[in-house]
């Protein structure tokens, strides 16, 4: 038998509130879940599984539009994954070019951390801060690569 857990326990496991489990629910991102005989919804591993995706898809940005597109597409036909692995493509594509993005945006932190480090040694103004920051990238040795 499987292990059933409560909605509180849920949250707790997943880091999400009740609330955002109901609302998941409520609009179609997870299908309906399992009552106990006084109707307090029961979770199973399966659940909890959907859930911790889910949350993954969320934290890189996806859109709740999409995840449910995504829901009602698992939920339509479970064997068709090309529709499904369509929009998991086009996520990954969006979610490295903001990884890129962050990365140049990283790499001109350091500068200003490394511009601010030789002024407090020279003891001169900041220039730089009213002159702009460089517009080249760094060497690549000193870029930051997330692949």
């Known amino acids: ?7 509180q326990q849920v949250a707790e496991r997943t880091g ?8 998941y629910e409520r609009n179609g991102l997870l299908e309906p879940v399992n009552r106990a005989a006084n109707g307090h919804r029961r979770y199973c591993a399966v659940d909890i599984t959907k859930i911790e ?3 993954r898809l969320r934290a890189t ?8 597109r995504f829901a009602i597409l698992l939920r339509q036909n479970p064997a068709a994954v090309s529709d499904r692995l369509a ?15 962050l990365s140049r945006n990283l790499e001109i932190i ?4 490394q511009h ?9 103004s900041d220039r730089a801060c009213i002159d702009g920051v460089p517009q080249q990238q760094p060497p690549e040795d000193e870029a930051l690569t997330l692949t």
């Open 61 to 68: 940005g996806m859109p709740i539009r999409q995840m449910q």
């Open 116 to 124: 601010y480090k030789e002024l407090e040694i020279s003891t001169q």
């Open 1 to 7: 038998m499987d292990v059933e857990l409560t909605i």
């Open 53 to 55: 995706f889910l949350t």
């Open 87 to 101: 929009i998991l493509e086009a996520h990954e594509r969006e979610v490295k070019q903001r990884i890129q993005e």
């Open 110 to 113: 350091r500068w200003k951390i």
């Open 16 to 23: 999400l509130s009740v609330h955002t489990l109901r609302y």
